[in-house]
């Protein structure tokens, strides 16, 4: 049985989308979220960079956890907070 034009479209639309999807998660998803680029695209996109610090953030977090032993380190301030303003007073030079 044929299909109709309506739903050779909406197969070809479906086709396209997921074309699209899987484009953006190879150039993409996979340097700035893995730190794996197939097309080398994303190290001249600056994507690849974005996956190094990840991995270095977490590597830095998991050594934290490892020292501390898995607590998280709260430091008191020495100071309490304060808060300062400063008001400016306009004058304005009369002509004449």
């Known amino acids: ?7 050779r479209k909406d197969r070809a639309r479906h086709r396209n989308a997921l074309l699209v ?5 190879v150039v993409a998803v996979l340097p ?3 730190g794996v680029d197939p097309l080398g695209i994303g190290r001249r996109l ?6 190094e610090v990840q991995k270095k953030v977490a590597a830095f977090e998991a050594s934290r956890a490892a020292d ?5 380190t709260i430091a008191p301030q ?3 907070y304060q808060h300062e303003t400063v008001e400016f007073k306009n004058r304005v030079a009369r002509l004449g």
């Not at 049985?1 to 739903?7: F, K, S, T, V, Y």
């Not at 999807?21 to 998660?25: E, S």
């Not at 600056?46 to 996956?51: F, H, Y």
């Open 32 to 34: 700035a979220e893995y």
């Open 1 to 7: 049985m044929l299909a109709h034009r309506g739903e």
């Open 68 to 72: 501390a032993g898995g607590v998280p």
């Open 78 to 80: 020495e100071h309490a």
């Open 46 to 51: 600056g994507l690849l960079a974005i996956g």
């Open 21 to 25: 999807a899987g484009l953006i998660l």
